[in-house]
T-cell receptor
């Protein structure tokens, strides 16, 4: 149980374009999902917390207009990187909570490369 | 916000030996401490967790200890095996948000 998927697993795009990443909880309803960014050989940095049916809460320093998050249902959250630039290239990982709000289960991640 | 420090950054052990990773946190309000294992290019996987009302928890070869007074917690892996080689992250949770340590790269030598 507690399986989280992400799509796509990797994406290459041109600078200035937008990219949408989907995060799904496959076998449970996730009232809360989290989005992280991980640069090579670094730790996970929380970008935002996404609650179903409400606006996401962004961490300090994360531009909400650049990283659009939508949590339209209990099983799906999306992250859209708008007007992507090379410095946005990173590994984006979502997580979701099941039952216990504390335990987070992670998706497989999406590797974004902006050329 | 919460600040989690993790040591060492790299750890090399002989197969069969034990590995210990230590973390400290800054916010006494943090009440949940999970440990994740991440293999290269893959998702972090929860391996063990402990809540603030417990001092120690064990699951087969893995154990975690928590000292709330000193605000530090540790991961212990006994009888290490090559498949234990990975990056390990500690984390501290406050208000359901996780703050991660910098990670420890563990290499188990055969």
């Amino acid at each position: 149980g507690a399986v989280v998927s992400q799509h796509p697993s990797w994406v290459i795009c041109k600078s200035g374009t937008s990219v949408k990443i989907e995060c799904r909880s496959l076998d449970f309803q996730a009232t809360t999902m989290f989005w992280y960014r991980q640069f090579p050989k670094q730790s996970l940095m929380l970008m935002a917390t996404s609650n179903e049916g409400s606006k996401a809460t962004y961490e300090q320093g994360v531009e909400k207009d650049k990283f659009l998050i939508n949590h339209a249902s209990l099983t799906l959250s999306t992250l859209t990187v708008t007007s992507a630039h090379p410095e946005d290239s990173s590994f984006y990982i979502c997580s979701a909570t099941s039952g216990s709000l504390e335990t987070q289960y992670f998706g497989p991640g999406t590797r974004l490369l902006v050329l | 916000g919460e600040n989690v420090e993790q040591h060492p950054s790299t750890l090399s052990v002989q197969e069969g030996d034990s590995a210990v990773i230590k973390c400290t946190y800054s916010d006494s309000a943090s009440n949940y401490f999970p440990w994740y294992k991440q293999e290269l290019g893959k998702r972090p996987q929860l391996i063990i967790d402990i809540r603030s009302n417990v001092g120690e928890k064990k699951d087969q070869r893995i154990a975690v200890t928590l000292n709330k007074t000193a605000k530090h917690f540790s991961l212990h892996i006994t009888e290490t095996q090559p498949e234990d080689s990975a990056v390990y992250f500690c984390a501290a949770s406050k208000d359901y948000k996780l703050s991660f340590g910098a990670g420890t790269t563990v290499t188990v030598r055969a």
